[in-house]
């Protein structure tokens, strides 16, 4: 019919759209480079920023990336529904779903675990699957929690790979997908070396995969033990503490984050099942993950990789378990600050790297107060940008970081007023005067406006302020007794309890800040006497109960800097440092943490210290 609108028909290569990728993510768009299209790609895992592997939405086009993460969350599912079937039957009819429970044990193995090619091959051949999984899908792993080594082989593929070092990477030489870590074994490793073995295709394909199987068990139990200790799952209000738990998630597409996991989480669970043999073994992996990273930061473009700065935060928590040297934790949290502010702002808006800025934010600000020298936090634009993005908001206790972050000046203020009080060419009485009233204002000035957050977020809290409850034998914690400064009696005071986590751990780092901004504190007028001071500490010590009593897995280590602080506002031989030392000792025991065992005098704030002298 004339006139009559036709219908176009179907394009063939329109039907086909659903099955293929159309699109690279925004990274390699960005830098003009190829993408693979998988979820994290190629280019950005070598790169090492994995999570910042998005892929735009385009109206109207069903193709999208295939996501790792995705099809382990459905493996995972699958796998546990299998297991709770068969439980279930008692009549013995489950041949077909333990041989299926089998195959599925088997990818979800390897796609945890395997090298990024073997990985990137099995995701597509499960999500093309549709029906299930292929019956010519080939059987790989289990790899065991280490990389293992593969090579397709085709008409122009290399001979197959024989024996290869433990943590040497693979790669294809018939492949574009390169690996750029080079090399790191040593003849240290010989006992992790392992033996070579190979899986076949069923279906008689020309592709074989070789793997080296470990004699020792997977680390991934290691791995999730740590995982719930520093980073167990909370609400908000109780703290963000899912930046490691992130972390452990792109530790596959990672080798430096791999090998990093492997050596801390294997330490912490011999340590904390009392295994010396297991604990050993994470310390011998332990300086080769230190030279690996050494070899990143080294790299222009791997030093600002969030492969790197997970790292390095991942061997801070190993100090909080080990505490190697008493210059461990410390050394770490420098070498921590100056990469955040190599990195720059903007390099924490998103995803994995937003969640260690914000999460650790008060371990870098209480490094800088030990270190007393002016911090680069202080700047706005570290105050703003990593959350202009809107990943995460400010919170109360954010507020007060902010504010926190203008004390180590301030510190560093005070101590070149004294030193050039004591020098030898010493200032003159116009310019005495001078500096001595830039640091009282500046003291003035902080300390009003952390009494403004405190009437602004603590009194109006929504969730309501913390109340006084009666200290009880029953409990299961030491009992905190203080001195009445007015008597001199010791008396046994509430402690404080509080709607949600933190909130605790908010009020405990005020109270440290305001102690160490106290001292020095020289004002003629309005000063924070030693009465105060004193109040402040026992605020700390009157919270303990609560925090460390609800407070999951090793939370606590955010109590760590303000423990110290609280130390050294109380006097030697005092009920208040006896009661510290119990709870020190508490802490070591149940959550396995040396440098709670060890008083943690390196995290002093004090000038003259270790720390500040190191």
């Known amino acids: 019919m004339v006139g009559e609108l036709r219908t176009p028909a179907p394009d063939s290569r329109a039907k086909k759209a659903p099955n293929r990728q159309s699109r690279s993510c925004k990274v390699c768009r960005l830098r003009k480079v190829k993408c693979d299209r998988v979820k994290p790609c190629h280019a950005c895992c070598a790169h090492g920023y994995p999570s910042k592997c998005v892929y735009e939405t385009v109206p109207g086009d069903e193709a999208r990336p295939i996501s790792q993460a995705e099809e382990i969350r459905n493996l995972r599912a699958e796998i546990q529904e299998l297991r709770t079937r068969i439980d279930e039957r008692q009549d013995g009819s489950h041949d077909q779903d333990l041989e299926r429970l089998d195959r599925l044990e088997s990818l979800f193995e390897s796609i945890r675990s395997a090298p990024l090619s073997v990985v990137d091959h099995i995701v597509r051949e499960v999500r093309f699957a549709h029906g299930g999984i292929k019956k010519d899908l080939v059987q790989v792993g289990p790899w065991e929690g280490h990389e293992a080594y593969n090579s397709y082989h085709n008409s122009r593929a290399s001979p197959p790979l024989s024996i290869i070092p433990i943590r040497q990477r693979a790669s294809d030489s018939g492949s574009d997908l390169n690996f750029s870590d080079p090399p790191t074994y040593d003849d240290d490793d010989s006992e992790d070396q392992m033996s070579l073995s190979s899986v076949s295709d069923s279906s008689g394909s020309s592709g074989t995969i070789y793997l080296i199987g470990m004699q020792r068990p997977s680390v991934d139990v290691f791995v999730e033990r740590f995982v719930d200790a520093f980073s167990p799952q909370v609400d908000t209000k109780s703290g963000r503490a899912g930046a490691l738990r992130a972390a452990a998630g792109i530790r596959m597409f990672s080798p430096l984050i791999s090998d990093a996991f492997e050596a801390v989480s294997v330490a912490f669970f011999g340590r904390s099942i009392q295994n010396k043999q297991l604990e050993a073994s994470g310390f011998r992996l332990y300086p080769r993950v230190l030279r690996e990273l050494q070899e990143a930061l080294t790299d222009p473009e791997r030093s600002k990789s969030e492969a790197t700065l997970v790292t390095v935060t991942l061997l801070l928590a190993f100090e909080s378990v080990e505490r190697t040297t008493a210059k461990g934790v410390p050394a770490h949290v420098r070498g921590a600050v100056r990469l955040i502010e190599h990195r720059g702002p903007e390099n924490?808006?998103?995803?994995?790297?937003?969640?260690?800025?914000?999460?650790?934010?008060?371990?870098?600000?209480?490094?800088?107060c030990a270190g007393r020298e002016p911090s680069f936090l202080a700047h706005e634009d570290w105050r703003t940008i990593p959350w202009s993005a809107g990943t995460t908001t400010k919170d109360i206790l954010h507020h007060l970081l902010d504010l926190a972050t203008e004390v180590p000046a301030l510190l560093s203020q005070s101590d070149s007023f004294k030193a050039a009080q004591q020098g030898a060419s010493k200032m003159g009485a116009q310019e005495t005067a001078?500096?001595?009233?830039?640091?009282?204002?500046?003291?003035?000035?902080?300390?009003?406006?952390?009494?403004?957050?405190?009437?602004?977020?603590?009194?109006?809290?929504?969730?309501?302020?913390?109340?006084?409850?009666?200290?009880?034998?029953?409990?299961?914690?030491?009992?905190?007794?203080?001195?009445?400064?007015?008597?001199?009696?010791?008396?046994?005071?509430?402690?404080?309890?509080?709607?949600n986590l933190l909130l605790a751990q908010t009020m405990c780092v005020y109270y440290a800040f305001r102690l160490i901004l106290s001292s020095i504190d020289t004002r003629p007028e309005d000063r924070v006497s030693v009465p105060e001071q004193y109040e402040l500490g026992c605020g700390i010590c009157r919270t303990y109960a609560f925090y460390i009593l609800t407070a999951p897995g090793n939370m606590i280590n955010r109590l760590a800097f303000p423990t110290r602080v609280a130390w050294e506002a109380f006097p030697d031989n005092g009920p208040e440092r006896a009661f510290m030392t119990e709870v020190l000792q508490l802490v070591e025991k149940r959550h396995s943490l040396a440098l709670w065992g060890g008083g943690m005098s390196e995290l002093s704030a004090q000038q003259g210290t270790p720390l500040n002298t190191a």
Not at 457 to 467: A, I
Request: with cysteine; aromatic share 18%.
């Open 434 to 499: 001078a500096k001595q009233a830039a640091l009282w204002n500046g003291i003035t000035d902080l300390t009003a406006r952390f009494y403004q957050w405190y009437h602004d977020w603590v009194k109006c809290y929504p969730d309501g302020p913390p109340e006084e409850v009666e200290q009880t034998e029953d409990q299961d914690f030491p009992i905190f007794k203080r001195r009445d400064l007015r008597t001199g009696a010791i008396y046994t005071p509430t402690r404080l309890s509080y709607p």
């Open 348 to 368: 924490h808006m998103y995803g994995v790297e937003h969640l260690l800025f914000t999460e650790l934010r008060p371990y870098w600000i209480a490094g800088a």
